[in-house]
């Protein structure tokens, strides 16, 4: 069984969707997989704050259930935990949503197994999940490969948390988590939950960069991170181009390794339309 975590609201789910694909896709070995999705509604903050729906659920069960009877889906609703420790923290407002706080009430919630990889949905699986996911990490809290900037700007072992492989059992016994989660609630935070997540780190393993690529896609590439990026041409400046807008991936990056994935999820997302 492989077990991968989603986090997020009701707009996360063309993120959930082409990941999942490309995970589905991209993976030889038969045995099931379980998504996790961690959701909360929190519309209080902001009116968009909405949690992923029960038909966005059933939906992309039918989905990854299409690849493997025996995939499944576990929707969880974080919001109680998140009123009881993070309602009104210094973070609340962080750089991306309090959407990015919920992978750390991971230790709370009930039946989560000892191994998890965490992922941000702006990623895309060039080859087999089990290239991470089969990574020794017993010794370890979790594994991560660097940040492409934070390693020049921060630190050269500074993580990227867009991509963690969880060993939940060690995490449990060394309370990184709980650590975390008392920063959050305490201290304004430059990254918020990534930010956390290290200061609160007592042994991780560091991954190769191919496991976390951040801007660019090479054959070795085994995870692309569609994360905000510099560009230098025409002029220096930052854009935010997702797995999901697909010309744009087609037109500025020039991938089209994916398009079997992305072309079977414009077909999936206008089904979901259609059925709306």
Known sequence: MVNILFCGN??????????????????ESKEPFTFYVFTMDVSHIKDTYRPVSR???AFFEEVIKGYHPQNSVRLV??????????????NENAYCSPYTLIRLFADRVEGMPDKLLYLDVDIMFNRDVHLLYDVDVFDYEYAAARDHYGKYLVHPNYVNAGVLLFNMA???????????????????????????????????????????????????TVVRHFSKRLFWLPYPHTDNIK??????????????????????????????????
């Open 243 to 276: 797995q999901w807008h697909v010309s744009r991936v087609h037109k500025i990056f020039r991938y089209f390794v994916f398009d079997d994935i992305l072309y079977e999820y414009l077909y999936l997302i206008e089904k979901f339309k259609r059925e709306e």
């Open 170 to 220: 060690r995490m449990r016994e060394t309370g990184l988590l709980t650590k975390a989660r008392e920063l959050i609630r305490t201290k304004k935070l430059p990254f918020a939950d990534q930010s956390a997540i290290i200061r609160s780190t007592t042994k991780k393993k560091m991954l190769p960069q191919k496991f976390n690529d951040q801007k660019f896609l090479h054959k070795h």
């Open 77 to 90: 609703d974080i919001t109680p935990l998140y009123r009881e420790e993070f309602d009104g923290c210094p």
């Open 10 to 27: 009701d707009k996360v789910f063309d993120g959930m969707l082409t990941c999942a694909l490309s995970i589905l896709k991209r993976t």
């Open 55 to 57: 038909r966005q659920i």
